[in-house]
């Protein structure tokens, strides 16, 4: 390899790479339910949904393992793409380390809301709003939750 | 009702249809905060924003910093430059301009008219794709590389070579070889086209989407630029326009800025466009004059 020179080497690396990633073209999913560029099309006039302080109603009976499947899932809640956190490959670096979350002493309740709308905390968070967009259903925040809360 | 609720009432109604009024003209719509982008500067704006140019500007800088190439952490400050034009082995974006080449040649042999279109009436295409894209007054509109590519086809040989067809991307990958090297120089001087840059500007910073995302939430300074995010991590937008279109190794096909675009917004969770979409032409226009004073880096690999 070192002989090589770098530039050549370079692509190898990619051709690899190329290689084992099989593109899975999924079928398109229709986003017009939520505001586009477009500047004819109705999803161009639409309104983004405002920030919604969400409560957590009643106990919060999550499921900590299936949270943490969501979390590490790319479909799913994918906290991974921006936070280090228990278990999954390749974590992100521009969130919080969310690794021992439980030891911070948050609330479910606190927990649930910032899940659900982060920008109720902060308006210029990069952290999509999952309740308020419906990216996560009520009871996939809660075991999203009950993970977080899992984690010392 | 005694007068004053009926006042309360009358003024609650009379600023609920204002408040309507004003939500239908000018929806609530959230943008990232924007960062302070001088489009004079062209890809010099990049000091002061990602400070990554000095590492790959120059060939000398890319040789000086190949080290870097591979490492998870430092990569991304080479914002792939060394994958452009012959910096990498054969592949088929070389193989594209070949094939652009014989391409353009038969079209041209159908009608000599088809290449004096391309040439905006001058005797060859050398250099003309740096200036691109422009305004075109007689069109009344932005004129993009495989915009140009479509309406000479479709005005001189009556044939559809849509923008985003594997046909258009060849062409354009030809088209833009021969500029491959000179300065990219979008004319900042046009006012629609400065006009065109503003609307793409906001474009950039607009939230959309399911995951409400703008394109700057990935690509400011302060957003997840230079941080990990999963696999990837995620560049400067100055110099990016200049080495599209590119072999997409992970697709395996040519791809156009434009398309590119549409894959970012399908992984936004955001309506995708289609290319040609005037959202797109603006954006293509923001991304360029970000790329002026760079070389034309065609052909490329990503």
């Known amino acids: 390899m070192k002989s090589l020179p770098p530039r050549r080497a370079a692509f190898g690396i990619l051709l690899l790479?190329?290689?084992g990633q099989a593109v899975a073209q999924a079928p398109a999913a229709d986003y017009s339910a939520y505001p586009c560029l477009?500047?004819?099309?109705?999803?161009?006039?639409?309104?983004?949904?405002?920030?919604?302080?969400?409560?957590?109603?009643?106990?919060l009976n999550g499921n900590a393992e299936k949270g943490k499947q969501l979390a590490?899932?790319?479909?799913?809640?994918?906290?991974?793409?921006?936070?280090?956190?228990?278990?999954?490959?390749?974590?992100?670096?521009?969130?919080?380390?969310?690794?021992?979350?439980?030891?911070?002493?948050?609330?479910?309740?606190?927990?649930?809301?910032?899940?659900?709308?982060?920008?109720?905390?902060?308006?210029?968070?990069?952290?999509?709003?999952?309740?308020?967009?419906a990216i996560l259903s009520d009871p996939e925040i809660r075991d999203i939750v009950a993970f977080l809360q899992a984690s010392k | 009702m005694r007068p004053t609720t009926r006042w309360l009432a009358l003024a609650a109604l009379t600023s609920i249809s204002a408040l309507g009024l004003a939500t239908a003209a000018e929806p609530y719509r959230e943008q990232y905060p924007p960062a302070r982008i001088d489009p004079a500067r062209g890809v010099d704006g990049d000091i002061g924003f990602s400070d990554t140019l000095p590492f790959w500007r120059t060939e000398a800088e890319l040789e000086r910093n190949a080290k870097w190439v591979g490492d998870p952490n430092e990569q991304w400050k080479l914002n792939w430059k060394f994958m452009d034009l012959d910096r990498v082995e054969l592949h088929p974006g070389h193989l594209a301009v070949d094939e652009g080449e014989a391409m353009a040649a038969r079209l041209s042999q159908r009608n000599p008219a088809f290449l004096l279109c391309l040439a905006d009436g001058g005797s060859d295409l050398n250099g003309r794709a740096a200036a691109y894209p422009k305004y075109d007054a007689r069109l009344g509109r932005i004129v993009t590389v495989e915009s140009h590519i479509e309406h000479c086809a479709k005005t001189v040989l009556s044939e559809e070579i849509r923008q985003g067809s594997p046909a258009n991307n060849k062409l354009a990958v030809y088209f833009k070889s021969l500029s491959a090297g000179m300065p990219?120089?979008?004319?900042?001087?046009?006012?629609?086209?400065?006009?065109?840059?503003?609307?793409?500007?906001?474009?950039?910073?607009?939230?959309?989407?399911?995951?409400?995302?703008?394109?700057?939430s990935c690509h400011v300074p302060g957003s997840i630029m230079g941080h990990?995010?999963?696999?990837?991590?995620?560049?400067?937008?100055?110099?990016d326009a200049a080495h599209y279109p590119t072999y997409r190794t992970p697709v395996g096909a040519l791809e156009s800025l434009q398309e590119r675009f549409a894959r970012c917004h399908s992984q936004m969770r955001t309506l995708q466009l289609k290319p040609g979409d005037p959202a797109y032409v603006d954006l293509e226009v923001f991304m360029t004059v970000l790329s002026n004073g760079y070389p034309v880096s065609v052909p490329s690999a990503r």
């Open chain 1, 72 to 133: 590490q899932a790319r479909n799913g809640g994918n906290c991974l793409a921006c936070h280090v956190m228990k278990g999954g490959s390749q974590p992100g670096t521009r969130g919080p380390d969310l690794s021992h979350y439980g030891t911070a002493g948050r609330s479910d309740a606190e927990t649930y809301s910032m899940v659900y709308d982060m920008r109720t905390r902060n308006l210029d968070t990069l952290m999509p709003p999952f309740g308020t967009n």
């Open chain 1, 17 to 19: 790479a190329a290689a």
């Open chain 2, 228 to 239: 990990k995010l999963r696999g990837e991590t995620p560049t400067t937008p100055f110099a």
């Open chain 2, 184 to 216: 990219i120089r979008v004319d900042l001087g046009d006012g629609k086209l400065m006009e065109s840059y503003r609307r793409g500007e906001r474009l950039f910073y607009a939230k959309t989407g399911q995951l409400n995302f703008a394109c700057a």
């Open chain 1, 38 to 59: 477009s500047y004819s099309l109705e999803c161009g006039k639409l309104a983004t949904r405002r920030p919604q302080l969400k409560q957590l109603d009643g106990a």
